[in-house]
């Protein structure tokens, strides 16, 4: 059975103090790793997928990258319009094609 | 595009009434799915379609749930009779790949609550 943990629950950071969420996993073979931002009321939005360890990606102040086991997510000087609740995500190539989500790791970042 | 459309953001209902949710996909894309997201339990797969078939249901808890997709631009999620802990947020997402390059694209949810 595919599992997924984020850690911390909670983060609250101060504008432009950088800092990293973790996503740790156990796939039969992994097809895919999802980061999603979520924001109140509303519908996870999509930020990346990573298929290899040791891939890469960036967006304006966050940065995933992927190993066997865990993936990061990295923000750099964040700002208030940061805050929201980030959400790690894995396909794997033995399920179908669903994604299995972590709970999440609401960011909040203190202007 | 407007993007994945669900349809009633907030939804109140009895205790053993029926319940039933909508879901417009994105033009074009071939997959949608049912989510749903609870405090204690975070964001759980009900179902899953691929062309309109449903090829994955084993998330759905009970005989209570049923879903439909008779088309490719709408799909519907009932709940019969409804009870308070279906209380949750109901999520539709679709995709033009089964989870690939580009994700899923989520709509705002449906807010259920069963008093």
């Known amino acids: 059975e595919d599992q997924v943990t984020q850690s911390p629950e909670a983060l609250r950071l101060q504008e432009g103090e950088s800092s990293s969420l973790n996503c740790s996993y156990t796939v039969s073979g992994l097809r895919g790793l999802f980061w999603y931002r979520q924001d109140p009321g509303k519908g996870p939005e999509f930020l990346f997928t990573l298929y290899s360890a040791g891939e890469e990606k960036e967006k304006e102040r966050l940065k995933a990258t992927l190993t066997k086991k865990e993936s990061f997510l990295h923000i750099t000087a964040p700002k208030p319009e940061d805050s929201a609740t980030y959400l790690c995500?894995?396909?794997?190539?033995?399920?179908?094609?669903?994604?299995?989500f972590g709970s999440g790791t609401q960011l909040t970042v203190l202007p | 595009d407007a993007g994945v459309i669900q349809s009633p953001r907030h939804e109140v209902t009895e205790m053993g009434q029926e319940v039933t949710l909508r879901c417009k996909p994105i033009?074009?894309?071939?997959?949608l799915f049912w989510y749903r997201q609870t405090m204690m339990r975070g964001l759980e797969l009900l179902i899953y379609?691929?062309?309109?078939?449903?090829?994955?249901d084993s998330g759905m808890p009970e005989d209570r749930f049923s879903a439909k997709m008779p088309n490719a631009s709408f799909s519907t999620l009932k709940i019969q009779p409804s009870e308070p802990r279906d209380s949750a947020v109901y999520f539709c997402?679709?995709?033009?790949?089964?989870?690939?390059?580009?994700?899923?694209?989520f709509g705002s949810g449906t807010r259920l609550t069963v008093v």
């Open positions: 033009s074009g894309h071939d997959y």
């Open positions: 997402a679709s995709s033009a790949q089964a989870g690939g390059r580009y994700g899923y694209t």
């Open positions: 995500a894995v396909q794997s190539r033995g399920s179908a094609r669903q994604l299995t």
């Open positions: 379609f691929n062309n309109n078939v449903p090829i994955d």
